[in-house]
């Protein structure tokens, strides 16, 4: 099973707790990098660390949860070789692995109940990469990345 690692703000505590309950539940090894309860908190903290440990390749997979979701998706991808989506039902779950290979699930707490969570995170999970002319879509972001990091 995958190790996946997963981090919230205070809005989205609540359906991480859930998530990662079901995710473990699912023989899935869950890193949590917080936050531990529903005091408020600065989302970026959270996406940042998830987004740094995808990145750097130690987790293939990460889930962010933030009250829109919005936030959290904003963070993430400003990190290079992060592709996160924002997902608020099964098919752009679906058509963000089929197509764009993203490597993290954002999901909006404040949107989003469990079992619609769980039938995202199981649909997320089970897509894979479709390949072929996304590659070359994927590869063109890369560098993308490449110049962009070189200006900074």
């Known amino acids: 099973m995958d190790r996946i690692i997963v ?5 989205g505590f609540t359906l991480k707790e859930a998530v990662k309950s079901y995710l473990e539940s699912k023989g899935h090894r869950v890193t949590d990098v917080g936050t531990s309860d529903t005091a408020s908190v600065d989302y970026p903290d959270f996406g940042c660390q ?18 829109s979701g919005v936030g959290m998706a904003i963070v993430a991808n400003k990190l290079p070789r992060i592709r996160a989506v924002l997902s608020m039902d099964e098919e752009t779950a679906r058509m963000s692995r089929l197509h764009n290979d993203t490597n993290i699930l954002v999901l909006a707490g404040r949107r989003t109940d469990i079992d619609t969570a769980r039938r995202i995170v199981d649909t997320w999970l089970s897509t894979a990469f479709e390949g072929g002319r996304h590659q070359q879509r994927l590869e063109k972001i890369s560098e993308l990345e490449k110049r962009l990091c070189r200006q900074s």
């Open 7 to 11: 981090g919230s703000d205070h809005a």
């Open 50 to 67: 998830v987004a740094e440990e995808v990145a750097d390749g130690k987790f293939s997979r990460g889930i962010l949860i933030c009250g």
